[in-house]
């Protein structure tokens, strides 16, 4: 961090805000110039609050030189973190996981289905909401604990892990019982509340982008997880807000090479709510994995025209199994394959 203050800053001035800033265990080095003063600070900055430095009027800027993250940084991690449930995968240089099946579960007959397509088709894993983040209070909430039993069930039936939405913590127990991989929607993604408490199971988080949140903010829920000893973490960029109405949202695929930049953490791409169509679908997964992407997650529903959420961007099986096999040719173009 390098810290400016003004030729005018009284010396009493300088030595208050570095004594401050030694106290917290910080080395200063000063560099005293004809116009500035420039202090820059080495050792854990990741404590500082910049904001409350520039609010003394003889700052004149703070800039920080690393990162606010650390236990996501690649820097100090440089090996890729591979997330492993029942013997899959997520993550490092080999595999491609698609994750598939409805956005809401249905019932324990349809999502029993959908799960024998999902895997049929070359899906690993299983997806299905039970807890729906809906905009309107007035549309399907989803089956609840219900919904989280038929996901069990359609598990017993095919052996795919399931992957699911938690949106309070006070259904904490039931997930860490029932559910393989814990989904935090793109709604939740600064519920620093739930990150913390998903931070102090064992259990792989699905972390997906939020609507509006930037790439480092994005990182930064994944350090909440983190800090509370939970390394198991997987981006899901999901499509950010923008101008564009074409598309539910833009799905924004620089992320993959500047998530596996910055961090060691595995990043699956979801084109199903990015684009919200699903003639769009395929050809972002395609991109999506020639990009780099550790997988996908892609909705699936036998009769999109009849689903209780999300029909407009959900695949047929049929449509599916196509796509899992164009995205095979591209993943083995570029040295991986899918799980
Ligand atoms: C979902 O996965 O069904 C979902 C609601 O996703 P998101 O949080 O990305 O909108
Ligand atoms: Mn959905």
């Not at 938690?166 to 793109?186: P, R, T, Y």
């Not at 990015?274 to 780099?292: C, F, H, N, P, R």
């Amino acid at each position: 961090m390098i810290i400016t203050m003004k030729k005018t800053a009284p010396k009493a001035e300088i030595d208050a805000v570095m004594g401050r800033l030694a106290a917290k265990g910080l080395q200063i080095h000063s560099s005293i110039g004809e116009n500035y003063n420039v202090f820059g600070l080495v050792g854990d900055t990741s404590i500082i609050d910049p904001k409350q430095i520039e609010a003394n009027p003889y700052v004149e800027s703070v800039v920080r030189v690393g990162a606010p993250y650390k236990k996501a940084n690649r820097l100090f991690h440089p090996e890729d973190t591979i997330v492993e449930v029942d013997g899959i995968k997520i993550g490092g240089k080999e595999n491609i996981v698609v994750i598939g099946g409805p956005c809401s579960v249905e019932g324990e007959a349809s999502i029993c289905q959908i799960a024998q397509a999902v895997k049929e088709s070359g899906g690993c894993m299983l997806r299905g909401g039970a807890y729906k983040p809906r905009t309107s209070p007035y549309a399907f909430q989803g089956l609840g604990k219900k919904g989280i039993l038929a996901l069990k069930k359609a598990k017993a039936q095919t052996g795919l892990p399931i992957v699911t939405e938690l949106m309070s913590a006070d259904k904490l127990d039931e997930f860490v019982e029932n559910v393989d991989i814990i989904q935090i929607g793109a709604r939740n993604m600064q519920n620093f509340d739930l990150l913390k408490a998903v931070g102090k199971t064992t259990k792989p988080v699905l972390l997906k982008r939020g609507l509006a949140n930037t790439i480092e903010e994005w990182i930064m829920a994944a350090e909440y997880i983190m800090s509370e000893g939970n390394d198991q973490v997987i981006f899901c960029e999901r499509g950010i807000r923008t101008f564009e109405p074409y598309t539910r949202n833009t799905l924004d695929l620089s992320v993959i090479p500047i998530i596996k930049e910055k961090t060691h953490l595995p990043i699956i791409i979801d084109p199903s709510h990015a684009t919200g169509d699903w003639k769009l679908v395929e050809s972002m997964s395609l991109a999506a994995i020639a990009a780099g992407a550790d997988g996908l997650i892609i909705e699936v529903h036998e009769n999109p025209q009849c689903a209780w959420s999300d029909g407009a961007q959900s695949l047929k099986p049929h449509k599916f199994t196509e796509l899992i096999q164009k995205g095979r040719t591209i993943a083995q173009v570029i040295g991986r394959d899918i799980a």
